[in-house]
C-alpha cells in the first residue's frame, strides 16, 4: 500500500508549530491525488487548511497510532521521522518519567534535573547477565551490553557519552564506570574497582566547574580506559584528557566559578593543614569571585574537600604530594590577587608590598625581583642587540593570567598522569573497556577557538558513527539475505577537510601563528582569500570578525578574535626561566619537562600546555594547540575504530534545569547535532519496521482466515496473509528469520487489525446485550409463575383441609411414637447382655496374659544378671589383652625401622660401588673405540702405501725404457724409497708394540679398577692423565707420518712431470738440453727433500726428548733421561739413528711400567685389606638381618599375649646401642675412605702408612662386633625359648576361644529364634478381628516348640547402641558420610539412618565415659560432613540428604541430652536411653550452624537452578491462550534475537523444576518445617524476581500481562495445594506481585480508583507503585494511558503510608531459617544396620 494512501479520514499528522516544533492534527477528509489542500482538525477543536504542492505531494509526516506510542526503541515506529522521536521522548520522559530511551544503537538520556532510585547495586544486578533488548532502556543496560561482546567475542569496545554542557555525560560515564566496578570484582586486595570509582571525584574537583548550564559541567574532555585480565576482571585504568579549558582558571563569565578544587580549598582555610597557605575566603580573590556567587545551592565545598583527599589517599598518592597540589593552588589563587599598576605611558609594575606576591613566592620559592621585573618588561632580541622593553598594564595582567594558566594546565596533566600511575596494577591487560566523556556540538551566541574545537571534534565522532550506522544496517540486511540497496546517508567528509585538509583553516591558522606580526584579521584575510570557493564557508555581511562553517548539525558563526592568541599558547621566556629557577621542584619540573617526551611516556594524547620556551630560533618548531588537538583526536579516532562503540546521547530537556520539564524547541536542536535524527533517517530510508515471523502470527494471526492458521508452517502462513492483505511487492521482504516493512506499512496492519478488533467487539456487544436482556425476561417470568403457583396452592390448602382430618393425623403421630420406643428398649437390652459377657471374657484373657509376661520378664532378669556379670569380666580381660599386644607391637614396629635403615645404608655403599664400577667400563669402552680408529687409519696407510709402490714399479719401467741416461738418477731414488719404507715399516713395530704396551696397562687397570672403591678413584684419574700425555705423542707421530706421505706425494708429482718429459723427449729430441736442466732442478729438490728430512729428524729429536721427560719426570732422575735421548744430532735423520730414538722410548716406556707395577702392587695390598673389611661389614649386616628378621616372624605369633615378656624389654635398650654404634662405625668408615682418598692423591708414604693404621683400627673393631654377635647369639637363644612358651599358651587361648565361639554361637542362635518369634507375637496380637481363637492356638504352638527345645531359651535385649573400635572411627566417617550416596536403597527405606547410626555410636561414647572418643566421632563427623557439602556444593540431592540427616542428628542430641524440655514427647525407654555422662550443646550449636550453611547453600543451588526459568514463565510465556501482549519491538530487541536460548520456560517449567525440589527434599525424610520454609523462600524468589522485571520492563506493564501473572499465581497456589503445603504461608510472599497485576487491570481513571489502589495495594511501596502506573502500556486502541493527573492524584493520597523508597525488591534477602525440635519415634534398640553400608565393625550392644 502506497504511503499518500494512509493520508485518510481520523488518521492523525504533524504540522510545524513555532512554539511547540511540531503539533498534532486529526484528517476530516480523505486526501486525494491532485488535491491543493489537507484538511485537518487540530486538538483545540479549530479547523487548519494545510496547503499541498499538486508537483510535489509532500505532505506532512503521519502520526503513529497510539499503541506504538511511549516505546522503549524509536526504530519500533512504523512512521520515522522527526516529530515521531520528539513525541515519543515527550511522552516517555513528562508522562512516564522514564529518561532512557533507544533509538537504534543509540541510548539517549535525558536528564531528569533529579535524583532518581534507579542506579543501585539492585538495579546492577538485575541488569547483569541479561539482553539489551529484554530490559528497559538504561545506562547500565549500555555497560552490560559492552562487558557481554567484550567476553564474548574478546574485542575492545567503547562507550561513547556526548551531549550539552548539563546534559549529564558526566553523571553517565560514572554510571558506567560503577557498573564495570560492580560486576566484575576483581577479588584482589588492590581494590582496583575503588580506585577507579575514586578517580571521578579528583578529576571533577579539578576539571569541573559551575556554569550558566550545568552546576557540575566538565571543562575536558576525557577517554577512560578500563584494563580486564582474562578472566574479565578489571586490573587497572588509564585516563586520556582533551582541550582542558585553562582561561576558566583566570576569567568566568557572570553566575559561572572556577574550578571546585580552588572553592574547595577556600572553605577549609581555617583548618590546620591549610594555615601555612594563607587562604582567604572564595570571593576575597580574583580568579574566584569574577562570577558573582561562589556557593552552588546544596553543594558543601568543605565536604567536597573531604572527598576529595579521601580519594587521593585512597588512590596512594601520599601527603606530600597532596601538599604540593595545595601549595601550587594556592600560589596560583595568590597570583590572580597581585595588583599591576600603571607607572607612566606604556609602562607597569607591581608593587614590592604587595602581600599575595610574597606569598606566592614563598610558596613556590621563586625570586620576587625576577617575577615582577618580567611580568612588567619583556626582553627584545633583535640581530645585532638585545633590550628590555617596558610593557603596558594590559600586557602584565596578560602575562600574570598566562602564567596562572600554564601552572594549572601542568599542575592538571601532572595529577592526571599520577593518577594513571596509580591506576596500574601488575599483570597483563587482555581486553578494555573505553568510556568517553566529550563535549557535544556546542553553538552559542559568541563562539570562540574553543567551540571551534569541540564541533571539530564532534565532525569527526559524527562521521564514525555514522559508518557504523551504516555497517550495521547493511549486516542485518546480509544476515536476512535481503537485496541491499545503497542507501544516501549524509557525509561530513567534506567539512572535515575544509578545518584538517591541507590549506583548510587549521593550517592557515598554524601558518599565521608562525609570522610575529600575525593577526586575527590577517588570518581572516587568508580563510577568505583559500575558501571562499567552498560551499561550507561563509562571511558574514555584517560582520568582519567573524566567518561561517556549515557543520553537520547547523550553521555556526566563529568570531575570530582571540585564535591566535589561544592557538599559540605562548608564555614569555623569560617568566618559564624564572619558574625553572624556582627551588621548589615540583614546580620547576613543570617547566623543564618536555612536551613530546611527556606525551609518549603516557598511553593517550593530553591537550597540555604548549612548551614555555619562545626562543626565537626555535618559534616554527613549536606545536600548537590546533596541531596537538587534531593529532590527539586522530589518535582517539583509531582507538574508537579498533573497538566496537556504544553510544550515549545525554540530552537537556531545559535551560531552567527544571525536573521533568520538557522544551521541544531545546531537544530537537540536540536530536540534530547528536545524530538521533540522522540514524532515524537512514532506518527510514530502507525497511524500518521488522517483525519476526513469530511476533507477527502472533500479532496478526486476528487477520487470518481458518485455512490460513490452520497451517502448521507458520513462515508460509505469514507471507499468505502478508501477500493478501498488501498487494504492492515493495512495501514488504521477506527475510529468513525477519519480516522487513516500509514506513507505514504496520500502521496500516494495525488499522486493519483495529478494524477487524472493532467489528468483533460490536458482534460481541451484540450478543452479550441479546443475553441480558433474554435473561432478564426469564427471571421476570419465573418469578410470576412462582407467584401464581403459591396463590393456587394457598385456595387448594383451604378446600381441602378439614377438623376430621387433623384428628385422624395425629392419633397416626402418637401410634408411631409408642411403637418407635418398645422397638429400641428391645435393642438396647440385646446389645447391654453381648457386651457385659464380651468385656468378662476379655478381662479374664487380659489378666492371664498380664502375669505370664510378668513372669517371663522375672526369668530374664535373673538371666540378664549372670550375663552381664560374665560379658563384663570377659571385657575386662580383653582389654588387658589388646593393651598388652599394643605395647609389644609398637616397641617391635620400632625396632624395625631401625633395622630397615641399617639396611638402606648399605644398599646405598654397594649402590656407590656398582656406579664406579659402571663409570670404570665406560672409560674402557671409550679407550676401545680410538683403537678402532687407530686401526683403521693404519690400514689406510697400508693401502696408500701399496697404490704408491705400483704406481713407482710403473714409473721406473718406462724411465728405463725411454732413456738411459736417468737410471742413475733413478737407483738414488730408488735407494731412498727404500730407507723411507724402512724407516716407515720401523715406525709402524714401534707404534705397535706402545699399542700393546698400553693395552696391557689397560688390562691391568680393569683388574684394579674391579677391585678399588674410592681410593682407586684417584689412581685411574692419574692414568687417564698419562694415557692423554700418550695419545698427545702418538698424535704428533701421526702428523710427522702425514708430512712424510706428503713427500712421497710430491715425489710421485716428480715421477709424473719426468714421465710427461720423457714422453715430450721421445716425441721432440730437440728438447734434451732442457731435459739436462730439469735434472739439475731435481737433483736441487733432492738437496732440498735431504734438507727436510735433516730439519724434521731434529724436530723427532726434540719431540722424543719431551715425551721421555713426561714419562718419566716423576720417575727417574734427569741424568737417566739424558741417557735414554740420542746424541749426534747430526745424523739422527739416518736409519740406525731412528731405530735409536724408538729404543730410547721402548726404554722410558719400559722403566714407566716398572713404576707402574710397583704402584699397582702397592695399591692391590690396600685395595685387598679394603675389601676384607668390606667383606666383613657384610657379613655383620647379613647377620644383623637375619636375626632381625627371625624377630619380624616372631612377632605374628606374640600379639596375643604380651604379659610375659617384661623380661624382653631389657634387650631392646642393648638393640638400640648395637644399631647406634653401627650407625657411627659407618659413618667413620666413610670419614676414612675420604681420608684415604685425598692422601693417596698427595703421598704415597703417607697413604701406605694411614692404610695400616687403618686396618688395625678394624681388626680391634671385629673383634668388638665378634663379641656383639656372641651377645647377640644369647639372646637369641633366650627369644627361642620364649617363643616356644607362648606358642603354648596361645594354642590353650585358642581352644578357649573356640569353646567361647560356639557357646556365643548357641546364644545368636536362641536369641534370634527368641526375636522372631516376640515378632510374630506382636503381630498377632496387633490384629484385633481374630481376637481370642488364634491367641488360644499360637500359645498351644508356642509351649510345643518350648517343650521340643533341649537347651533353654535366653531373650536378648539390645540397648540402642553400636560399639566401634577407635581405630574404626575413619572407615565409619568414610562409609557412613564420605562414600554414602543420597540414591540408594538403604536411604529410600530409612533416610535419615546415617544420622541414627552415628548417634548410637555418640551413645555408645558416652556410655564407655570416654571423653577424648566422643569427641574425636563429635568432629569427625561434622569435618565429614563439611567435607561432603564442600565437595558437593552444587549438587541438589546430596545437600538435601544431608541437611535431613543433619537436622535429625541434631533433634537426636536434643531429645537424648535429659533435658526437660525436650524430654515432654519421649516414650519411657527413650527417657532411659539419655546420655549419662556428656553435655554435648556446645557440639549442638556447632551442628545447628552447620545445618544453616546446608539450608542455605540448597537454597542457592535450588534458586540458580529455578532463576533461569523465573522471567520466561511468570512474564513472557502466555499461558492464557488467545490473549497476546505482543508488540511491535525495536533494533535492540531484533539484534539481540540471535542470543536467545533455545530452550524455552512456561509456567509449567516452574512448577515442574518445584516439584523436583518438593520430592527430592520428602524423599530424604526432610522435616515438614524445613520444606514449609524452603518453598516459602523458592517463592519469595519468583515474585521478587518477576515484580523486579515489571519495574525495570515497560513493555510487561500492560492490562492482559496483568491476567497473565494472576494466572500464573494461580497455578502456583494449586500447586501448594496439591503438595499440602498451605501451612507454609509461601502464597503470601506473591502478594506484592499479585497487587501489581491487580494494579495492571484495575481502572485507572477516577479518584475513586486512586482511593481503591491506595488502599489495597498495601505491600507495594509508593515508588512502585507510581513507577507502575507511569510504566503502563496499553497494547490496543481499546485500553488508555494513565494520565499523568491521575499519577499525581495518587501520589498526593500515597504521602501519608510511609514505607521504603526502594524501587526493587532484594532477591538476595534470606528469611531467618529455624529449626524447631521434632522428636522421633523410632525406637534405637529396634534399628539394624545393613550390610550394603559395609559397616561390619559395628556391634550391636
Not at 573400635?1365 to 557412613?1376: S, T
Not at 565429614?1424 to 556444593?1433: F, N, P, Q, S
Amino acid at each position: 500500500m502506497a504511503l499518500s494512501e494512509l493520508y485518510t479520514k481520523y488518521n492523525r499528522v504533524w504540522i510545524p508549530d513555532d512554539q511547540h516544533v511540531w503539533k498534532s492534527a486529526e484528517i476530516t477528509k480523505d486526501f486525494r491525488s491532485g488535491d491543493g489542500v489537507l484538511e485537518l482538525l487540530l486538538e483545540d477543536g479549530t479547523k487548519h487548511l494545510h496547503p499541498v504542492d499538486p508537483s510535489k505531494t509532500k505532505l506532512p509526516p503521519l502520526r503513529n497510532p497510539d499503541i506504538l506510542v511511549g516505546e522503549n526503541d524509536l526504530t519500533a515506529l512504523s512512521y520515522l521521522h522527526e516529530p515521531a522521536v520528539l513525541h515519543n521522548l515527550k511522552v516517555r520522559f513528562v508522562e512516564s518519567r522514564i529518561i532512557y530511551t533507544y533509538c537504534g544503537i543509540i541510548l539517549v538520556a535525558v536528564n531528569p534535573y533529579k535524583q532518581l532510585p534507579i542506579y543501585g547495586d539492585a538495579i546492577i544486578h538485575a541488569y547483569s547477565g541479561q539482553n539489551m533488548g529484554d530490559m528497559d532502556p538504561h545506562i547500565f543496560a549500555v555497560a552490560e551490553e559492552a562487558y557481554k561482546q567484550m567476553a564474548r567475542n574478546h574485542k575492545n569496545q567503547s562507550i561513547i557519552v556526548s551531549g550539552e554542557s548539563g546534559a549529564g555525560k558526566t553523571v553517565s560515564a560514572r554510571y558506567a564506570m560503577r557498573y564495570f566496578a560492580v560486576v566484575s570484582k576483581s577479588g584482589s586486595k588492590t581494590r582496583v574497582e575503588d580506585k577507579v570509582l575514586a578517580s571521578n571525584p579528583i578529576t571533577e574537583a579539578i576539571g569541573n566547574a559551575k556554569t550558566t548550564r550545568n552546576d557540575n559541567s566538565s571543562r575536558f574532555g576525557k577517554y577512560t580506559e578500563i584494563s580486564f585480565d582474562r578472566k574479565y576482571r578489571i586490573i587497572g585504568a588509564n585516563m586520556r584528557t582533551y582541550l582542558l579549558e585553562k582561561s576558566r582558571v583566570v576569567f568566568q563569565a557572570e553566575n559561572e566559578r572556577n574550578y571546585h578544587i580552588f572553592y574547595q580549598m577556600c572553605s577549609c582555610a581555617d583548618s590546620a593543614e591549610f594555615k601555612t597557605l594563607r587562604l582567604l575566603s572564595a570571593d576575597e580573590f580574583r580568579y574566584t569571585s569574577m562570577g558573582g556567587d561562589v556557593t552552588i545551592e546544596g553543594v558543601d565545598d568543605k565536604k567536597d574537600m573531604e572527598e576529595t583527599r579521601r580519594t587521593f589517599s585512597l588512590l596512594g598518592l601520599k601527603e606530600d604530594f597532596q601538599s604540593d597540589v595545595f601549595k601550587v593552588l594556592a600560589a596560583i589563587l595568590h597570583l590572580g590577587n597581585v595588583e599591576i599598576k600603571i607607572s607612566g605611558d606604556d609602562r607597569s609594575s607591581v608593587p614590592p608590598s604587595d602581600p599575595h606576591l610574597a606569598t606566592f613566592c614563598d610558596l613556590l620559592s621563586v625570586g620576587a625581583a625576577e617575577l615582577v621585573r618580567w611580568l612588567c618588561n619583556r626582553r627584545i632580541v633583535l640581530a645585532a642587540e638585545t633590550f628590555v622593553k617596558p610593557v603596558p598594564k594590559e600586557r602584565a595582567v596578560a602575562a600574570r593570567d598566562a602564567l596562572a594558566k600554564q601552572i594549572y594546565a601542568h599542575l592538571f596533566d601532572c595529577i592526571i598522569t599520577r593518577i594513571n600511575t596509580a591506576l596500574q596494577v601488575p599483570g597483563k591487560q587482555h581486553a578494555f573497556i573505553g568510556v568517553l566523556d566529550i563535549y557535544g556540538f556546542e553553538t552559542f551566541d559568541i563562539n570562540s577557538f574553543e567551540q571551534f574545537c569541540i564541533n571539530y571534534a564532534n565532525e569527526k565522532l559524527q562521521q564514525q558513527f555514522n559508518l557504523h550506522v551504516f555497517k550495521l544496517e547493511q549486516e542485518e540486511y546480509m544476515k536476512e539475505d535481503i537485496p541491499w540497496t545503497l542507501i544516501d546517508f549524509y557525509d561530513n567528509q567534506p567539512v572535515i577537510d575544509l578545518i584538517e585538509a591541507k590549506m583548510g583553516v587549521l593550517d592557515l591558522l598554524d601558518e599565521e601563528c608562525l609570522f610575529p606580526q600575525g593577526t586575527d584579521q590577517s588570518w581572516l584575510q587568508k580563510l577568505s582569500n583559500y575558501l571562499e570557493a567552498n560551499p561550507l564557508f561563509e562571511k558574514p555581511r555584517l560582520s568582519n570578525e567573524a566567518f561561517v562553517i556549515q557543520h553537520f548539525a547547523d550553521k555556526v558563526e566563529y568570531q575570530c578574535r582571540g585564535f591566535l592568541e589561544k592557538n599559540r599558547d605562548a608564555l614569555y621566556e623569560e617568566l618559564v626561566d624564572t619558574m625553572r629557577a624556582s627551588k621548589f621542584s615540583f614546580l620547576a619540573n613543570f617547566f623543564f619537562q618536555d612536551v613530546e617526551q611527556s606525551t609518549a611516556n603516557s598511553k593517550g594524547v593530553k591537550v597540555k600546555a604548549a612548551r614555555p620556551s619562545v626562543k626565537p630560533a626555535n618559534k616554527q618548531l613549536r606545536t600548537s594547540v590546533g596541531d596537538k588537538f587534531r593529532s590527539s583526536l586522530s589518535l582517539l579516532m583509531e582507538t574508537l575504530n579498533a573497538t566496537t562503540p556504544h553510544y550515549v546521547r545525554c540530552i537537556k530537556p531545559n535551560d531552567e534545569k527544571l525536573p521533568f520539564e520538557y522544551d521541544s524547541g531545546r531537544v530537537v536542536q540536540q536530536l540534530r547535532a547528536c545524530g538521533v535524527l540522522e540514524t532515524i533517517r537512514i532506518s527510514a530510508q530502507s525497511y524500518p519496521s521488522r517483525w519476526t515471523y513469530i511476533e507477527f502470527y502472533s500479532r496478526y494471526s486476528i487477520l487470518m482466515s481458518h485455512v490460513e492458521s490452520d497451517l502448521s508452517d507458520k513462515k508460509q502462513t505469514c507471507k499468505d496473509v502478508l501477500q493478501r492483505l498488501i498487494q504492492d511487492p515493495n512495501q514488504y521482504k521477506f527475510g529468513r528469520t525477519k519480516i522487513f516493512f516500509r514506513a507505514g506499512q504496520v500502521a496500516y496492519l494495525e488499522k486493519l487489525r483495529l478494524d477487524r478488533l472493532r467489528g468483533a467487539c460490536v458482534t460481541i456487544q451484540k450478543h452479550v446485550r441479546g443475553w441480558s436482556r433474554r435473561r432478564k425476561y426469564l427471571r421476570i417470568r419465573e418469578a410470576a409463575i412462582i407467584l401464581q403457583q403459591y396463590v393456587r396452592g394457598k385456595r387448594t390448602v383451604r378446600k381441602t383441609v378439614t377438623a376430621e382430618a387433623l384428628k385422624r393425623g395425629w392419633a397416626v403421630v402418637v401410634i408411631q411414637r409408642h411403637w418407635r420406643g418398645y422397638r429400641m428398649r428391645q435393642i438396647y437390652k440385646a446389645v447391654r447382655l453381648a457386651s457385659t459377657t464380651i468385656q468378662a471374657f476379655t478381662r479374664g484373657w487380659m489378666a492371664r496374659k498380664r502375669y505370664k509376661k510378668m513372669m517371663e520378664e522375672h526369668k530374664v532378669v535373673v538371666l540378664q544378671k549372670y550375663a552381664k556379670a560374665w560379658l563384663a569380666r570377659r571385657r575386662f580381660q580383653t582389654m588387658r589383652r589388646l593393651v598388652l599386644n599394643v605395647q609389644l607391637s609398637f616397641r617391635v614396629q620400632k625396632l624395625k625401622k631401625k633395622t630397615e635403615e641399617q639396611s638402606k645404608e648399605t644398599r646405598g655403599l654397594m649402590e656407590r660401588l656398582t656406579s664406579l664400577a659402571s663409570t670404570h667400563c665406560q672409560t674402557v669402552e671409550k679407550l676401545h673405540s680410538q683403537e678402532a680408529q687407530l686401526e683403521k687409519l693404519t690400514n689406510l696407510k697400508a693401502s696408500l702405501e701399496a697404490r704408491e709402490k705400483k704406481t713407482r714399479e710403473e714409473a721406473n719401467l718406462t724411465i728405463n725404457q725411454l732413456q738411459k741416461q736417468v737410471e742413475a738418477l733413478n737407483l738414488e731414488r730408488q735407494n731412498l724409497e727404500k730407507k723411507l719404507d724402512a724407516s716407515i715399516k720401523e715406525a709402524k713395530e714401534s707404534f705397535d708394540q706402545v699399542k700393546r704396551s698400553l693395552l696391557e696397562e689397560k688390562e691391568n687397570e680393569t683388574r684394579l679398577r674391579k677391585i678399588a672403591e674410592n681410593s682407586i678413584e684417584i689412581q685411574r684419574q692419574d692414568h687417564e692423565k698419562e694415557v692423554e700425555t700418550l695419545r698427545e705423542e702418538i698424535k704428533r707421530l701421526k702428523e710427522d707420518r702425514v708430512s712424510l706421505k706428503r713427500r712421497i706425494e710430491d715425489g710421485a708429482q716428480v715421477n709424473s712431470d719426468l714421465q710427461e718429459q720423457v714422453i715430450q723427449l721421445t716425441k721432440h729430441v730437440k728438447v734434451i738440453p732442457e731435459l739436462r736442466r730439469d735434472l739439475n732442478s731435481l737433483q736441487n729438490q733432492r738437496d732440498n727433500l735431504d734438507r727436510k728430512m735433516r730439519e724434521q729428524s731434529e724436530q723427532t729429536r726434540a719431540k722424543t726428548k719431551e715425551i721421555i721427560r713426561q714419562l718419566l719426570g716423576g720417575v727417574v732422575d734427569e741424568e737417566k733421561i739424558l741417557g735414554l735421548t740420542p746424541e749426534g744430532s747430526e745424523k739422527i735423520y739416518e736409519e740406525d739413528d731412528l731405530q735409536e730414538v724408538f729404543e730410547g722410548l721402548q726404554k722410558a716406556t719400559r722403566l714407566l711400567e716398572n713404576h707402574q707395577r710397583e704402584q699397582r702392587e702397592t695399591y692391590q695390598s690396600q685395595m685387598e685389606g679394603l675389601t676384607l673389611k668390606v667383606d666383613h661389614l657384610q657379613n655383620e649386616n647379613g647377620k644383623l638381618q637375619n636375626l632381625f628378621q627371625e624377630k619380624s616372624n616372631i612377632n605374628a605369633d606374640i600379639r596375643r599375649e604380651v604379659s610375659r615378656l617384661s623380661s624382653e624389654n631389657a634387650v631392646l635398650p642393648e638393640l638400640k646401642l648395637q644399631v647406634s654404634e653401627l650407625q657411627r662405625q659407618k659413618q667413620e668408615l666413610e670419614a676414612v675412605v675420604k681420608e684415604q682418598g685425598s692422601e693417596l692423591a698427595e703421598k704415597n708414604k703417607e697413604i701406605t702408612n694411614v692404610l695400616h693404621r687403618r686396618i688395625t683400627e678394624e681388626s680391634s673393631q671385629r673383634r668388638h662386633f665378634e663379641e656383639r654377635a656372641k651377645e647377640l647369639e644369647e639372646t637369641r637363644e633366650e627369644l627361642r625359648g620364649r617363643i616356644k612358651e607362648l606358642e603354648e599358651e596361645n594354642e590353650h587361648l585358642k581352644r578357649q576361644q573356640l569353646m567361647e565361639g560356639e557357646g556365643k554361637r548357641k546364644l545368636r542362635e536362641e536369641t534370634s529364634q527368641l526375636t522372631a518369634d516376640n515378632m510374630e507375637l506382636e503381630e498377632q496380637l496387633d490384629q484385633k478381628d481374630r481376637w481370642i481363637k488364634k491367641l488360644q492356638s499360637q500359645i498351644k504352638s508356642l509351649e510345643m516348640s518350648q517343650k521340643t527345645k533341649q537347651t533353654p531359651v535366653l531373650p536378648k535385649e539390645y540397648l540402642g547402641m553400636l560399639e566401634y573400635k577407635r581405630e574404626d572411627e575413619a572407615r565409619l566417617i568414610q562409609n557412613i558420610i564420605i562414600d554414602l550416596k543420597p540414591k540408594g536403597v538403604v536411604v529410600s527405606v530409612i533416610p535419615t539412618l546415617p544420622a541414627f547410626i552415628l548417634f548410637m555410636c555418640v551413645r555408645h561414647a558416652d556410655y564407655l565415659n570416654d571423653d577424648n572418643k566422643l569427641k574425636s566421632l563429635m568432629n569427625a563427623v561434622i569435618q565429614g560432613v563439611k567435607k561432603v557439602i564442600m565437595a558437593h556444593h552444587k549438587n541438589l540431592e546430596t545437600l538435601s540428604f544431608w541437611l535431613s540427616n543433619t537436622y535429625q542428628l541434631l533433634n537426636c542430641l536434643k531429645q537424648y541430652s535429659g533435658e526437660e524440655e525436650f524430654l515432654k514427647q519421649s516414650t519411657p525407654r527413650q527417657k532411659k536411653n539419655c546420655l549419662q555422662n556428656f553435655d554435648l550443646s556446645e557440639h549442638r550449636l556447632i551442628l545447628s550452624d552447620l545445618a544453616i550453611h546446608i539450608y542455605h547453600r540448597l537454597i542457592s543451588v535450588m534458586q540458580k537452578m529455578l532463576a533461569p526459568a523465573i522471567v520466561p514463565g511468570m512474564l513472557e510465556h502466555e499461558s492464557l491462550q488467545g490473549i497476546s501482549s505482543m508488540k511491535p519491538t525495536g533494533f535492540r530487541k531484533r539484534s539481540n534475537s540471535m542470543y536467545k536460548d533455545s530452550e524455552t520456560y512456561t509456567i509449567s517449567s516452574i512448577l515442574q523444576q518445584l516439584s523436583v525440589f518438593h520430592s527430592a527434599m520428602s524423599h530424604h525424610g526432610m522435616e515438614q518445617s524445613l520444606v514449609n520454609q524452603a518453598v516459602k523462600q523458592l517463592f519469595f524468589l519468583v515474585g521478587a524476581t518477576t515484580l523486579n522485571h515489571i519495574m525495570l520492563r515497560k513493555d510487561m506493564c500492560s492490562c492482559r500481562k496483568g491476567m497473565q501473572i494472576r494466572c500464573n499465581i494461580s497455578y502456583l497456589e494449586e500447586w501448594l495445594k496439591e503438595n499440602e503445603l498451605q501451612s507454609s504461608r509461601a502464597i503470601d510472599t506473591l502478594r506484592p506481585l499479585a497487587q501489581a497485576a491487580w494494579l495492571l487491570q484495575v481502572n485507572k481513571s477516577t479518584d475513586e480508583d486512586a482511593k481503591e489502589i491506595t488502599e489495597r495495594c498495601t505491600e507495594l511501596n509508593p515508588v512502585q507503585i507510581v513507577k507502575i502506573l507511569n510504566s503502563y502500556t496499553p497494547i490496543d486502541d481499546f485500553e488508555k494511558r494513565v494520565a499523568s493527573s491521575f499519577v499525581r492524584k495518587v501520589q498526593s493520597f500515597l504521602q501519608e503510608y510511609k514505607g521504603s523508597s526502594q524501587l526493587m525488591l532484594d532477591t538476595e534477602y534470606r528469611f531467618q531459617v529455624t529449626f524447631p525440635f521434632c522428636p522421633s519415634s523410632t525406637a534405637l534398640e529396634s534399628l539394624q544396620v545393613p550390610s550394603s553400608l559395609h559397616l561390619d565393625f559395628l556391634t550391636r550392644i
